[in-house]
C-alpha cells in the first residue's frame, strides 16, 4: 500500500528571497532534493513541497526556518543547508532559530561574533555554566577561537580579572633552551592560533597593552607548574599533546572564581611514541564528573572551507579501514 501523499505551499515574499532560499544556480536546492524525497515547485511567490507526509512536514519545517534565518538577514552557505537538511530529518530544524539569534561579542571591527552550528551553540552554552570545559574535536571547529572570544567577554564583563593562553610546547619537547630569541619570541610560533583570535577580538593595540600590564598572559605550559589561578580565564590548547602528567598539573591550577577550558583533537597527537595524551587519559577518568563538561565536536561542527570538511571525513573514513 502507497503511502498517504500530501502537499503544501509557502508564500515567498520576494524573488530575491526565493534567490536567497535555493542559493546561486538552485545549489541550496539541489541539496535538499537529493536529500529528502519530495517534489518541489516554485512559482512567482509561492513554492509548493508534493509528497509522502512525513518528508512534506520535514521539508515545512525547514523551509519555514530557512526563510526566518533569510528574512533576519542570515546569508546562508552551503554548510548551513546541509547542517539544516540534518536536523529537519529529525524534525529539529527549528533549532536553527535561536542559533543565529544572539551574538557573543563583536571583533574589534565592530563586526559581530556568533556560533555557526549547533555544536558550537553547546560549547558555549556548557562554558558559561561550568568552570572546567573539554572541547574535543576536528580542526576549523571553532573550539580555541570561542574559547578566547569567552575569555574576552569575561574579562570585559569583570566577571575574571585576568585571561591565561597556554599550549604544551611538544614540538620542542617542553625543553625552549636551544630556540633563539626571548621567552616571548621562543614562544609565539606555538602560540599563533591563540594570539590570531585574540587579534581578531581586542585588536592588536589593545592585546599589547593587556600584555604588558599582564592581564593576558600567554605561556607555554611548563610555565604554569607551582601557581594556582584565581579570578582567570585559562584556556589550554592542543591539549592531545599533554602527558598524562601535564594535565593533571594544569587542571589541579584551577583557584577560585576561575573557568578553564581544554581544547585539542585526539586525531592530531605529536608525542613521540609511546607516550599517552593527557587529553585521552582525561576523557577517560574525568567523564563520570558531573560538574565538568564535555563538549564533542563533529565534522558538520567545521566551520571552514567545505572542502576541509570534505578532506577531514575521508581521512576519518581512512583511520577507520586501517583500525
Known amino acids: 500500500m502507497s503511502e498517504q501523499t500530501t502537499s503544501i505551499r509557502i508564500s515567498l515574499q520576494s524573488a530575491g528571497e526565493a534567490q536567497a532560499l535555493f542559493g546561486p544556480q538552485d545549489g541550496f536546492l539541489k541539496i535538499i532534493e537529493s536529500e529528502i524525497a519530495a517534489i518541489i515547485d516554485s512559482r512567482e511567490a509561492e513554492l509548493t513541497v508534493r509528497g509522502a507526509e ?49 551574538e557573543i561579542t563583536t571583533t574589534f571591527r565592530g563586526k559581530p561574533i ?14 558559561k555554566k561550568r568552570d572546567i570545559v573539554f572541547g574535543i574535536g576536528p580542526a576549523g571547529t571553532g573550539k580555541t577561537y570561542l574559547a578566547v572570544v569567552l575569555a574576552v567577554t569575561a574579562l570585559k564583563e569583570g566577571s575574571v580579572k585576568k585571561i591565561v593562553l597556554t599550549r604544551p610546547a611538544v614540538e620542542a619537547g617542553e625543553s625552549l633552551g636551544f630556540l633563539p630569541g626571548d621567552l616571548q619570541e621562543k614562544v609565539d610560533p606555538y602560540l599563533r592560533p591563540l594570539y590570531d583570535a585574540l587579534f581578531d577580538v581586542m585588536g592588536p593595540d589593545q592585546v599589547a597593552k593587556a600584555l604588558e600590564r599582564g592581564i593576558i598572559e600567554i605561556a607555554p605550559l611548563a610555565y604554569m607548574r607551582g601557581r594556582t589561578l584565581e579570578d582567570s580565564f585559562i584556556i589550554l ?16 591550577r584551577l583557584g577560585f572564581g576561575s573557568k578553564m577550558v581544554i581544547t585539542g583533537d585526539v586525531t592530531q597527537i ?6 599517552k595524551s593527557g587529553l585521552n587519559e582525561a576523557k577517560a577518568i574525568l567523564s563520570g564528573i558531573e560538574e565538568l563538561g564535555f563538549v564533542f565536536f563533529g565534522e558538520q561542527d567545521v566551520v571552514r572551507h567545505s572542502l576541509v570538511q570534505k578532506i577531514i571525513v575521508a581521512y576519518d573514513r581512512s583511520a577507520e579501514n586501517l583500525d
Open 270 to 275: 605529536d608525542l613521540p611514541r609511546g607516550k
Open 237 to 252: 590548547d592542543e591539549a592531545q599533546n599533554t602527558t598524562p602528567e601535564q594535565m593533571k598539573m594544569f587542571l589541579t
Open 54 to 102: 512525513r518528508e512534506v512536514d520535514m521539508l515545512g519545517q525547514l523551509f519555514n526556518v530557512l526563510l526566518s534565518l533569510i528574512r533576519s538577514g542570515y546569508v546562508l552557505s552551503d554548510r548551513d543547508i546541509k547542517y539544516a537538511v540534518e536536523l529537519a530529518k529529525d524534525f529539529r530544524a527549528d533549532q536553527l532559530l535561536d542559533l543565529f539569534k544572539g
Open 114 to 127: 556568533r556560533v555557526k552550528t549547533i555544536g558550537q551553540k553547546h560549547y558555549v552554552t556548557t562554558i
